[in-house]
């Protein structure tokens, strides 16, 4: 790495570094600040609250990924043009293009830390839920008499859960459907075995009720039923809010309401939403360049004028293009990445703008 590009990460990871660790806790200040009493109110020790926002610092790094980048970005050319680096390095046969590649390619790797990023906060949104007395951790290892309510409509009836020895006794699903395409069904049996990572269930029956007049049962001495996947731990406690669950599971659970023929838009522009926001690391990079040159000769409270006007703009973005999403004006993907798309046209005409 040229002594150049060694100067402008370091500069750039010195600001970011800032950011992405300051405003996290300048968030959770101004939360507990507001909190305190309602949770002190409900008997919490300070520990658990201490405990809880400690949890509650990867969600607020994952929001502050590309607001650092940004301001990483503009600080470090307003910087650099201010000081007349810029104009030497230039003076001695180096772009402004290649003058800002290291915090290019620095932008891209955060989108993997983001996207890894994303798929830790769901654990430590259920982590701070239990801290606050919110969601219960459950330490049971049986359960009684209960119905769990799961993805797609189904609601388990089950009389028994024996989740170390992975059994349940007299078992009753049952599914609402919306026509003969999608029939409603009925499953029963005595009893069912979890083995190799899915449920066995055992001497039952099967129903079907394509109408309301009409009904098919078939008996049988073993069946998997590929959507009862939910292992006995999760039997043990409620269904995972949705900004408890990963990637993956979201996915799923998406899958499930659509097949039940709910509206699922919401949450498919939450799930695109998990990598157009890491996404946006590298892009406010390339916008952030261009916005430096124009902020270095003004003086930095300039450059952090702007630069907050900027986070406040890409935010209202990201809130209306999601609401536009949810309520159908757009397709999922589009309302998550529109944002991005925009800053990024906006900031490669800036580019394409800057003396090189």
């Known amino acids: 790495m040229r002594t150049l590009d060694r ?32 949770y002190l109110g409900r008997g919490l020790s300070v520990q658990q609250l201490l405990l809880a926002y400690l949890y509650d610092f990867p969600y607020q790094m994952a929001l ?38 290291p915090m290019v390619l ?21 982590l701070r839920a239990e801290s606050l007395g ?29 989740a170390v020895d992975g059994r349940v006794n007299d078992i009753l699903i049952d599914r609402e459907g919306t026509g003969p395409e999608y029939p409603t069904y009925r499953i029963y049996a005595p009893t069912a075995e979890w083995k190799d990572g899915r449920w066995l269930m055992l001497s039952g029956n099967l129903s079907y009720f394509p109408s309301e007049d009409r009904a098919v049962t078939f008996a049988f001495d073993t069946l998997l039923h590929n959507d009862f996947s939910e292992t006995p731990q999760d039997l043990l406690a409620e269904p995972t809010d949705p900004e408890e669950m990963d990637y993956r599971e979201l996915g799923r659970f998406i899958e499930s309401i659509e097949r039940s023929g709910g ?13 157009a926001f890491p996404a946006a690391c590298l892009i406010v990079v390339l916008f952030g360049s261009a916005l430096g040159m124009t902020t270095g000769r003004r003086g930095p409270a300039m450059g952090v004028g702007i630069a907050l006007a900027t986070v406040l703009i890409y935010l209202l973005s990201v809130r209306i293009s999601q609401g536009m999403g949810a309520g159908g004006i757009l397709p999922a993907t589009l309302s998550a990445w529109l944002p991005n798309l925009l800053f990024l046209a906006v900031g490669l005409v800036l580019l394409a703008r800057t003396k090189t």
């Open 7 to 38: 100067y402008v990460a370091g500069l750039y990871l010195k600001v970011w570094l800032i950011c992405v660790f300051g405003a996290p806790v300048l968030f959770i200040v101004i939360k507990l600040t507001d909190d305190l009493d309602k």
């Open 64 to 101: 502050s990924l590309p607001v650092a980048s940004l301001f990483g970005a503009v600080f470090t050319v307003a910087l650099m043009s201010r000081h007349f680096e810029i104009t030497a390095a230039k003076a001695s046969g180096v772009s402004f293009y290649r003058i800002i590649a």
């Open 106 to 126: 620095l932008g891209g790797l955060l989108i993997i830390g983001g996207l890894g990023l994303g798929e830790l906060v769901p654990v430590t949104n259920r």
């Open 134 to 162: 919110e969601r219960v951790g459950s330490r049971r290892s049986i359960r009684t008499q209960f119905v769990y309510g799961a993805d797609g409509g189904r609601a388990y009836t089950i009389r028994r859960l024996a």
């Open 263 to 275: 509206d699922a838009r919401k949450l498919e522009v939450e799930r695109a939403l998990r990598i």
